[in-house]
């Protein structure tokens, strides 16, 4: 899965860095600029448990103040999400969406490189469609409700 990985940032020709965990576990580092900001973007092949993690973390940590109205904003949007999940770390403010993409480590794997594409293209849709009501609910004081459905539907009335 290792050379998949690093087969695929090299066909989206984004740089990385490439590092190892405890478990000598490849951990790719990189970042995607985006409308609203650069995503750092952490993925890690566990290969005990067959899953490679998609982690695009927010530009911005989330207050303590805002904790518990950005996390109402999650729960929302997570009942739309099929793939992955956004996810806050009420510790310290950190807001990733993760997806995960499972594998048979024994199966053919010619079919990953587009499963990783995919999975990686969903992630950074999600990230962008949320992170902009993310933002109306800290600095606007917007309903997570309210700023869930301008992010999923924009301004188009027949929509909302």
Known sequence: MEELLDLFFENEEMGYHKDYDDEDDPIYITELKAEDGDFPIFVTNARDNQTVNFYIKSPVKISHSNRRTIAEYITRANMHNYEGCLMLDFDDGSLFYKNTLRYDPV???KHILYQLHAT???GMEEMETHFPGI??????????AQALTKAEYGSNAKLN
């Open 135 to 144: 933002l109306n609910v800290v600095y606007n004081d917007i309903d997570p």
């Open 107 to 109: 199966e053919d794997k």
């Open 120 to 122: 990686f293209n969903v």
